[in-house]
């Protein structure tokens, strides 16, 4: 097995090593140490259309019941990080999800980037929303509704990759490494791409306090 990078290396692999020689106890420590950055890519991705008739959490949990029927092949291989692994089979549930509620009603596929075995794309709308969460009072909800489309704006000006390395890093937390891994570019193209993303967005946000804070790389 070739190296491969992941964020919490060390406590990953020794849980996986744990399960590896026979310990069941490890999993659901497993589980627990990469539930929060999981549930934010699931959430991020759920389409809005589906708030209230779809709980992340069902989400995860069907995820995590196929985790553990494909562990045994993963163990064996473990070819690509254990959460870039787990992140794939939540993105094959969240996309059937979205098939069995939505159908035909599926976002305009020009607008998302083509990921094989990926989940659905983050849209502006869910990024803006998260990124402006915590920027302004409720007295102020002119000013957030005009930020958030200028927001909006900005994101779907960028080019689809560009989104969607903006999401893989700044939203869902992940290294350089795991997003080249998932989007199947080099790392130097990652960075290039989430500057260029991170540039663009400060250059609006820098006029209303706390912006930048926001947005450090």
């Known amino acids: 097995m070739g190296p491969v990078a992941a964020r919490n290396d060390s406590p990953t692999n020794e849980l996986l090593n744990r399960l590896a020689s026979g310990d069941p106890e490890g999993w659901p420590e497993l589980l627990r140490l990469h539930h929060p950055r999981l549930r934010r890519m699931v959430a991020l991705r759920l389409d809005a259309r589906l708030y209230g008739r779809v709980d992340p959490s069902d989400v995860l949990q069907e995820t995590y019941l196929h985790?553990?029927?494909?562990?045994?092949?993963?163990?064996?291989?473990?070819?690509?990080?254990?959460?870039?692994?787990?992140?794939?089979?939540?993105?094959?549930?969240?996309?059937?999800?979205h098939r069995e509620h939505l159908g035909a009603k599926m976002r305009d596929a020009g607008r998302e980037v083509s990921l094989d075995r990926g989940p659905p794309t983050a849209t502006s709308e869910?990024?803006?929303?998260?990124?402006l969460g915590r920027h302004l009072r409720p007295s102020e909800e002119a000013v957030r509704v005009e930020l958030c489309r200028r927001v909006q704006d900005a994101l779907n000006d960028m080019e689809p990759m560009d989104r969607e390395v903006l999401a893989l890093r700044h939203f869902e937390q992940l290294t350089r490494a795991e997003a080249a891994m998932v989007l199947e570019i080099s790392e130097a193209a990652v960075a290039k791409r989430y500057l260029r993303a991170l540039a663009k967005l400060k250059a609006i946000l820098e006029q209303y306090p706390g912006g930048l804070e926001e947005l450090a790389p």
Do not use: K, S, T
């Not at 985790?67 to 059937?96: I, K, M, Q, S, T």
């Open 67 to 97: 985790a553990a029927r494909g562990l045994p092949d993963y163990l064996r291989n473990r070819e690509v990080p254990f959460f870039v692994w787990l992140r794939r089979l939540a993105g094959h549930r969240l996309g059937r999800v």
């Open 126 to 131: 869910a990024m803006a929303a998260r990124l």
